[in-house]
């Protein structure tokens, strides 16, 4: 009606509802990873094809939430995709400090270990290895798109404020992301 651009007539209305730049990779945000859709690892894994990257300390809960999960992981894996699982060391100081603070019947170390039985069950062999760098945070990578989890406090993984990424540029938080999980894969040590 007026002849002007939205932005022009309001820009900080503009600028807080229309995003732009870096923030135009943000899918959703999450108080705790126990609040994202229940489908949303299945139907990231189902759609995948380049790499399924998972840098949880554990990744426990991908096999309670991903039916059939290492056949899944197995076929993608003979089809050519990279499918990787970057896990907490059990063995590590870092690793039995966590497990006092979190505090959980469920320790850390089983967790992994459940982790590690069940890739064992995959028809083909998936890339393994073992940090402690990665306590703090858990990043999965699904070819363009990542759930980012920062643990916060003494909770376990499920309470971490949680992020769902999906690339859109160059350099954006998705990069800087896969940046940080090939490091402390590059780092990291074999299972």
Do not use: C
């Not at 945000?29 to 609040?35: G, I, P, Q």
């Not at 790499?51 to 300390?57: A, I, K, S, T």
């Not at 050519?80 to 850390?108: H, K, M």
């Amino acid at each position: 009606m007026l002849g002007q651009d939205v932005g022009v007539l309001w820009p900080e209305v503009a600028r807080r509802t229309i995003k732009i730049g870096s923030d135009r990779e943000l899918v959703g945000m999450y108080a705790r990873r126990s609040d994202l859709p229940r489908s949303l690892f299945r139907e990231l894994i189902d759609k995948a094809d380049r790499r399924l990257w998972f840098g949880g300390y554990t990744s426990y809960f991908v096999w309670l939430e991903v039916p059939n999960a290492p056949a899944t992981l197995g076929a993608k894996a003979q089809r050519g995709s990279d499918v990787r699982f970057l896990l907490g060391d059990p063995g590590s100081d870092i690793t039995t400090a966590r497990e006092g603070i979190e505090a959980t019947p469920l320790t850390l170390a089983t967790r992994i270990a459940m982790t590690q039985a069940e890739i064992a069950k995959s028809p083909e062999p998936l890339a393994v290895r073992l940090s402690d760098r990665h306590v703090a945070m858990s990043v999965w990578v699904f070819d363009d798109e990542a759930i980012v989890a920062t643990h916060i406090g003494a909770g376990p993984g499920q309470d971490s404020v949680t992020m769902h990424l999906r690339r859109r540029e160059a350099g954006g938080p998705f990069d800087r992301y896969v940046e940080h999980f090939e490091s402390l894969w590059d780092d990291a040590g074999t299972a």
